[in-house]
Each structure stands twice: as structure tokens, then as C-alpha cells.
């Protein structure tokens, strides 16, 4: 993993940090197709890359003002730990940080788990070492027992803040008349950019919500009251919790932190990274990687029904996601896959063209209507009964394919037929007759009826290719 931290240009301390683990090329500019996006007049729009060969990483200019190595000027040049780059002889500083000690599949097999009390964001090697020795005594402690034992919950993953900016919260914000916090610093963002959540000259952000244990609270993420942008340590992330009528439910919270605790241990390039879960003020909640870019129901709702080859090659990447989901054990269902879950990512992320957001999402028994909530038209009739299998994601997968081939929402589809309610695609428009049979089998209304697989689904949807 290679970890770059933009230094405030004075003091030297870190501002934000950028975590890449599978991207053999960084590229660093102005433009906002960049993977590290810097606004600053004195760097160019693609200034510079870094590209990794094997182990050894090099830096390769590209821009007109030049890169700089540790003071030297340098067209290209091997990159080591603690190097530090400046883009052009007044602009930033970037310090690198290379980390070989372990890999994706080391992450997979050995995660962090953790019970203890919330850790200092910048441990020191020792407490590092002390924090490791925790983990393995704590991870023989089921998470159900940690409230017994009033430990409060937290399950570690991957944590993408390698170097934390120290400041001190309660210093670094002050009451606002919005009832919000605003930082208690002067930035010329605030009056150039209203609408922005973090400064792009400091990488501070400008207004805070509300404060949930370390993090900051910048807005809420959709419609629901359960998922909002948040920012810790020069990182912009995403927060998830439980729905407020699940609170007061033991089997819901027990149940959200067995499935943090298991995504935690969880990394795939078709996901987002899930950095860590813990407790605070008695609400559980589920740290994962914000990933910008645009999602499918949007895509289509702006540009129109992909075609068939299109989707194809796009929807693929979905399966092969949700084979290794459906794998763990015991297996995640996802339970909310739709086409505004499917995200193109505006930075590649590894090598998937399309990624599968919103994980954690409880897909439950409503305590007071005993009704599935779920989304209308994709999902699965056994889900509706609060039943979920690996076949309903391959259910609301068909679904997702009459939406992204069409651009009409899949509810308009059903009907009753001879038996049962169902999806009837004779009644969808512009399908091919291949793929109109495969989307009848994804979305039969019994489980053993559909595809065995999601890699069954992807293999059927190869052979439909030209």
C-alpha cells in the first residue's frame, strides 16, 4: 500500500492522505479525473505519476513546472519511504509513506478484530505492537459478549489513517447560529464555496453537523436517517447506522455488529473498503471508504439504456462482487442491490468499471408494521417475508438488468399471471430473446428455480456477448 499526505506548507503537519492498495499508476493534478486532485495555480492539470513496478515505486513528471524529490528537481526517479515530492517550486509537498509489509490476501485471512476502547488515531510502534497483542486476545471474545462485559463494541479493518491530523475537536470548532459547528479557522473557501463539505486548499472541513466519537458529521446521505459524509483525520468517509426504530432492538444491534464485524474482515475491488465499526453514546455504527463517482440509475436517467454489450461487460464485475459475498461464511446478502447502488467510480477502484456501494444496510421485519423494508420492484419474494438467501441478490441482479437495458423501473413489469405475482418480461420492451430468458430466470419466485451462482448468472450473460 502506498499512502500520500499533502503537508501544510508551513508547519509541515499532515493535512490529508490518500490510501491506494491495487492501483499500479497515481496520477496527481489539477483535474478532477486525477486519482489525487489538487486545486492550486502552480500545479498542472496531470502533473505527475507514480507507478509502481513489482515492489519499487518511481515518479515520473508530466507537467510544465516541474516535480521536485526531496529538493531535487527530477524528470523521473525511484521512490522510497519518507520521500517527499513538491509540485513545482512554490506548490504543495506530498509525502509518501510505502508499506510492503503485508497484502490484501494477509488482510483477508488475518483481520484486525478488536473490543477495547476506541484507539489514539497515531499509535506509536510499540502501541502498535501492544494493539496487535489485544486483537488476538480479544478476538476470542464473540461480539455479542462484548455489552455483557461493557466493553464497547469495535471490529477493525484496513484503517486508511496511516498519519492523523492532531487537533484537538473541541478547540477546532465552534458553535454556529444553524445550530451546526463551523472550524475555527479562517479559510477563503468559506467564502468562495458555499456548497463545498472540506476545504480544497487545507483539507479542513467547513461546516460540521455534529460529532460522533472521532468523526465529524458533514451531512446525511440520502433520504434515510441512517447514513451520513463524514470526515476524521484529512479523510472524507462514509458513516452507517442503525435506523432509529431499530435502537431499541438487542436482536438489531446484535445483528448489525455481527455483520460490521464481518465485513471489517472483508476487501474486494468491486466493494467499497469497510475501515472499521464501533459504538458510541450506545449506537453502533460501520466506517466504509466514500467513493465518488456516479451511479447507474443516474447514468441511465442522463445518457439512456445502456446496450446489451455494455451492460454486460458493466454487470459482470457485479457478479464476480457477489460470488465472493455469497462465499463467506456465513454468506453476506447484500439485500439492497439496485441500479443506485451500482456506482461508477470517477477514480478507478482496482480494476472494476462498476462498484457495489451501501453495505450494512439492515433489510429487516419493521418492529411495528411486521413489513419488509426493502426497494419496490427489487426485491425478492422471499426477502419480502424477512427471508434472505444468496439468491435474492440474484433476483434484484435481473431486476437492476430490466432498469439499466430499459430505463423504466422493473414494478412496471409485474403483474399477476397464472400462479403468482411476478416480473413477466414478455412485457418489457427492446430485450433481446436471450436476455429476456435469463432475466425470467433471475427473477423467478423461487430461490432454487434461479441461477445456482452469481458466477453461473455472469457465465450465461458472457455467452449473450457478440
Not at 447502488?341 to 411495528?368: A, C, W, Y
Not at 426493502?374 to 422471499?382: C, D, I, K, N, Q
Request: glycine share 6%.
Amino acid at each position: 500500500m502506498i499512502t500520500l499526505t499533502l503537508l501544510h506548507p508551513v508547519q509541515s503537519t499532515p493535512v490529508q492522505s490518500w490510501s491506494f492498495e491495487q492501483n499500479p499508476v497515481i496520477r496527481i493534478g489539477r483535474a478532477v479525473d486525477n486519482h489525487v486532485v489538487l486545486y492550486s495555480a502552480v500545479v498542472s492539470r496531470y502533473h505527475v505519476e507514480l507507478r509502481q513496478t513489482g515492489t519499487q515505486w518511481e515518479v515520473v513528471n508530466i507537467g510544465t513546472n516541474g516535480t521536485y524529490l526531496d529538493g531535487k528537481r527530477v524528470h523521473q526517479a525511484p521512490l522510497a519511504d519518507g520521500n517527499i515530492m513538491r509540485l513545482a517550486r512554490s506548490g504543495p509537498n506530498i509525502q509518501v509513506h510505502i508499506d510492503q509489509s503485508d497484502s490484501v490476501e494477509e488482510h483477508r485471512q488475518q483481520p484486525e478484530v478488536n473490543t477495547s476502547a476506541y484507539a489514539p488515531s497515531s499509535p506509536t510502534q510499540a502501541q502498535s505492537r501492544s494493539s496487535l497483542e489485544a486483537v488476538a486476545a480479544s478476538s476470542a471474545v464473540p461480539a455479542s459478549d462484548s455489552r455483557n462485559a461493557e466493553q464497547p463494541f469495535r471490529a477493525v479493518g484496513r484503517s486508511p489513517f496511516p498519519q492523523a491530523l492532531q487537533k484537538d475537536l473541541q478547540n477546532f470548532f465552534y458553535p454556529c447560529s444553524d445550530n451546526g459547528l463551523h472550524p475555527a479557522v479562517h479559510c477563503q473557501e468559506l467564502l468562495t464555496h458555499k456548497g463545498s463539505l472540506v476545504c480544497t486548499d487545507c483539507g479542513l472541513p467547513l461546516k460540521v453537523w455534529r460529532q460522533v466519537g472521532q468523526y465529524c458529521i458533514l451531512k446525511p446521505l440520502g433520504t434515510g436517517d441512517n447514513t451520513f459524509i463524514a470526515w476524521r483525520d484529512g479523510h472524507v468517509v462514509i458513516l452507517k447506522t442503525l435506523q432509529q426504530e431499530w435502537l431499541d432492538h438487542q436482536e438489531a444491534l446484535l445483528a448489525f455488529q455481527s455483520q460490521a464485524t464481518q465485513l471489517c474482515q472483508m476487501s474486494h475491488p468491486g466493494m467499497p473498503k469497510i475501515y472499521e465499526a464501533f459504538e458510541a453514546e450506545g449506537q453502533p455504527y460501520l466506517v466504509s471508504e466514500m467513493i465518488y463517482g456516479q451511479n447507474l440509475k443516474q447514468w441511465v436517467s442522463e445518457r439512456g439504456p445502456l446496450s446489451q454489450v455494455q451492460t454486460i461487460q458493466w454487470l459482470t464485475d457485479v457478479c464476480d462482487v457477489l460470488d465472493y459475498l455469497h462465499q463467506q461464511s456465513p454468506a453476506v446478502i447484500h439485500c439492497n442491490l439496485k441500479p443506485a447502488n451500482l456506482l461508477r467510480p470517477t477514480i478507478p477502484h482496482g480494476f472494476k468499471e462498476v462498484v457495489l456501494v451501501n453495505f450494512g444496510e439492515m433489510q429487516l421485519l419493521s418492529p411495528d408494521a411486521g413489513t419488509f423494508i426493502g426497494s419496490v420492484g427489487y426485491t425478492a419474494p422471499e426477502l419480502q417475508a424477512g427471508k434472505a438467501v444468496p439468491a435474492s441478490d440474484l433476483y434484484a441482479l435481473g431486476a437492476a438488468l430490466v432498469y439499466i437495458l430499459t430505463g423504466q423501473e422493473p414494478d412496471a413489469f409485474y403483474r399477476l399471471g397464472d400462479e403468482e405475482f411476478r416480473l413477466h418480461v414478455e412485457d418489457v420492451p427492446r430485450l433481446s430473446p436471450e436476455m429476456a430468458v435469463l432475466i425470467q430466470q433471475l427473477t423467478h419466485p423461487h430461490p432454487l428455480e434461479r441461477y445456482a451462482s452469481a458466477t453461473d448468472v455472469a457465465q450465461a450473460m458472457k455467452a449473450l456477448l457478440p
